[in-house]
């Protein structure tokens, strides 16, 4: 905070030094990469140029691009593969990867066997399923094999030794960067017309010397949410043109992944009450009990009185991955989820946590607003539903999966002085907001 946003590899270079008590990798680069990408926007506006401009200028009129994630949509089998292949093709892309070992299961000890092995049967489903592809789409298309570091070593080699025949482009992170002898046995026992690709959990310049000082492979691809941004890409691209290897960036994800949580507070607004009977029915539907009585106690007009109102929103979107958690973040009033829509089994509910000042709700209301997923703000099959907190602020909200939600939660309360001069208010309520979408299927 107050340093000059302009001085780009300053800042960092700061960020990288001052974080290194939490270790040079992991989540401290992923967030040095993404403040990296918004100073880099944020200059490039203020000088009216391309982002590219601040990194040397444009370079190539063409990059060529691959499919990844073509696949989901149909079954772990070589006919729905190579169907799914063919429409790739068919889209003009000269060029796809997939993994042929998992295909969207990546959990250790659930999808994945606890020694990182395969079966006889899996592996013969991994080579028919790749065949399957490189019939489909011809030998003129380039094919490349992502095992996300989920093999150990033996199986890694032996399958690496079987694809070869297929002419792969690439064959990709084979075993994990934690190891880079493990990397270079690898190397060494696999297939001479095999190409080894690796990186995307290579973190910044000092990450990969050793990868390329040792010439383990010929091509590298570093992730530009966690390698340090695009200033440290382009640090690392200008190391491996040194060496001769080949770049591809990888980013599955775009410029951010994992769960983003949106926030704001609106301004104070009013609504004038000329009807009592209006007051009522939004006391009776909110559930505001003893509410009608307090108005009467306080001997205030039935017929001509001011509600001042704010809202206090939180909207939750899946990035990418869409992991992470929601978290209080201190608005006024709040409702925070306690588990993740797009990644979380929600079987049972989902949980959320209401709270006025920091501190729990317990016995009030939630509404619950749902309707069909991409129906827009002009659906006509919104439901309604409430439920109510415990006495720890927690409701569990029913859950449906393929559907949007929106839940609010009401404070009704005598105003403060500075909204009671708002047009001599004499109610004021705070609206809780939280919206999410829950997707047909978890986010793996």
Same mark, same amino acid.
Request: net charge negative.
């Given at each position: 905070?107050?340093?000059?946003?302009?001085?780009?590899?300053?800042?960092?270079?700061?960020?990288?030094?001052?974080? =290194?008590?939490?270790?040079? /990798?992991?989540?401290?680069?992923?967030?040095?990469?993404? @403040?990296?990408?918004?100073?880099?926007?944020?200059?490039?506006?203020?000088?009216?140029?391309?982002?590219?401009?601040?990194?040397?200028?444009?370079?190539?009129?063409?990059?060529?691009?691959?499919?990844?994630?073509?696949?989901?949509?149909?079954?772990? =089998?070589?006919?729905? &593969?190579?169907?799914?292949?063919?429409?790739?093709?068919?889209?003009?892309?000269?060029?796809?990867?997939?993994?042929?070992?998992?295909?969207?299961?990546?959990?250790?000890?659930?999808?994945?066997?606890?020694?990182?092995?395969?079966?006889?049967?899996?592996?013969?489903?991994?080579?028919?399923?790749?065949?399957?592809?490189?019939?489909?789409?011809?030998?003129?298309?380039?094919?490349?094999?992502?095992?996300?570091?989920?093999?150990?070593?033996?199986?890694?080699?032996?399958?690496?030794?079987?694809?070869?025949?297929?002419?792969?482009?690439?064959?990709?992170?084979?075993?994990?960067?934690?190891?880079?002898?493990?990397?270079?046995?690898?190397?060494?026992?696999?297939?001479?017309?095999?190409?080894?690709?690796?990186?995307?959990?290579?973190?910044?310049?000092?990450?990969?010397?050793?990868?390329?000082?040792?010439?383990?492979?010929?091509?590298?691809?570093?992730?530009?949410?966690?390698?340090?941004?695009?200033?440290?890409?382009?640090?690392?691209?200008?190391?491996?043109?040194?060496?001769?290897?080949?770049?591809?960036?990888?980013?599955?994800?775009?410029?951010?992944?994992?769960?983003?949580?949106?926030?704001?507070?609106?301004?104070?607004?009013?609504?004038?009450?000329?009807?009592?009977?209006?007051?009522?029915?939004?006391?009776?539907?909110?559930?505001?009990?003893?509410?009608?009585?307090?108005?009467?106690?306080?001997?205030?007009?039935?017929?001509?009185?001011?509600?001042? &109102?704010?809202?206090?929103?939180?909207?939750?979107?899946?990035?990418?991955?869409?992991?992470?958690?929601?978290?209080?973040?201190?608005?006024?009033?709040?409702?925070?989820?306690?588990? =993740?829509?797009?990644?979380?089994?929600?079987?049972?509910?989902?949980?959320?946590?209401?709270?006025?000042?920091?501190?729990?709700?317990?016995?009030?209301?939630?509404?619950?607003?749902?309707?069909?997923?991409?129906?827009?703000?002009?659906?006509?099959?919104?439901?309604?539903?409430?439920?109510?907190?415990?006495?720890?602020?927690?409701?569990? @909200?029913?859950?449906?999966?393929?559907?949007?939600?929106?839940?609010?939660?009401?404070?009704?309360?005598?105003?403060?002085?500075?909204?009671?001069?708002?047009?001599?208010?004499?109610?004021?309520?705070?609206?809780? /907001?939280?919206?999410?979408?829950?997707?047909?299927?978890? @986010?793996?």
């Amino acid at each position: 905070i107050g340093l000059d946003p302009r001085k780009t590899d300053f800042i960092w270079t700061k960020l990288y030094r001052d974080l =290194n008590w939490v270790g040079p /990798n992991g989540v401290s680069l992923c967030a040095i990469s993404g @403040i990296d990408m918004a100073l880099l926007d944020l200059k490039a506006k203020m000088l009216g140029v391309p982002c590219y401009d601040l990194l040397g200028g444009g370079y190539r009129k063409e990059i060529r691009l691959y499919a990844n994630y073509w696949f989901i949509k149909g079954g772990h =089998n070589p006919e729905d &593969y190579a169907e799914s292949a063919r429409k790739v093709k068919a889209a003009g892309f000269t060029g796809l990867k997939f993994d042929p070992f998992a295909h969207t299961s990546y959990l250790y000890g659930e999808h994945l066997s606890e020694n990182l092995s395969l079966s006889k049967e899996t592996q013969d489903l991994a080579y028919d399923i790749s065949k399957a592809v490189r019939d489909a789409v011809g030998d003129d298309f380039d094919i490349m094999i992502e095992t996300h570091a989920l093999l150990n070593l033996r199986m890694a080699v032996k399958m690496a030794q079987r694809l070869a025949d297929l002419d792969i482009t690439w064959y990709e992170e084979p075993v994990g960067p934690e190891n880079i002898d493990s990397l270079v046995a690898v190397r060494q026992r696999m297939p001479g017309n095999a190409t080894l690709c690796v990186g995307e959990r290579h973190y910044t310049r000092y990450g990969i010397r050793q990868v390329l000082e040792r010439q383990i492979c010929e091509i590298m691809m570093p992730d530009i949410t966690r390698c340090g941004g695009p200033s440290e890409m382009k640090r690392m691209a200008t190391m491996m043109e040194a060496y001769n290897v080949l770049l591809a960036p990888h980013n599955p994800n775009g410029p951010l992944s994992g769960l983003a949580v949106y926030a704001y507070e609106t301004d104070v607004s009013t609504v004038r009450y000329r009807e009592f009977e209006k007051f009522k029915s939004f006391v009776e539907h909110k559930d505001f009990g003893g509410a009608l009585d307090a108005h009467a106690e306080r001997g205030l007009s039935t017929d001509n009185f001011v509600e001042t &109102y704010s809202r206090h929103v939180k909207s939750l979107v899946a990035i990418g991955s869409g992991r992470g958690a929601d978290l209080e973040i201190g608005l006024a009033t709040e409702i925070i989820a306690l588990d =993740n829509p797009y990644t979380d089994d929600l079987s049972n509910g989902m949980r959320v946590q209401v709270n006025y000042r920091g501190e729990p709700r317990p016995d009030v209301q939630v509404e619950i607003y749902k309707r069909p997923a991409g129906e827009g703000n002009l659906s006509s099959n919104v439901t309604v539903d409430t439920v109510r907190t415990d006495e720890t602020g927690m409701a569990v @909200i029913p859950i449906v999966a393929g559907h949007d939600y929106m839940l609010d939660a009401v404070v009704l309360r005598e105003p403060p002085a500075e909204r009671a001069a708002i047009n001599e208010a004499v109610w004021d309520t705070l609206w809780a /907001n939280l919206t999410f979408s829950v997707p047909l299927n978890p @986010i793996r």
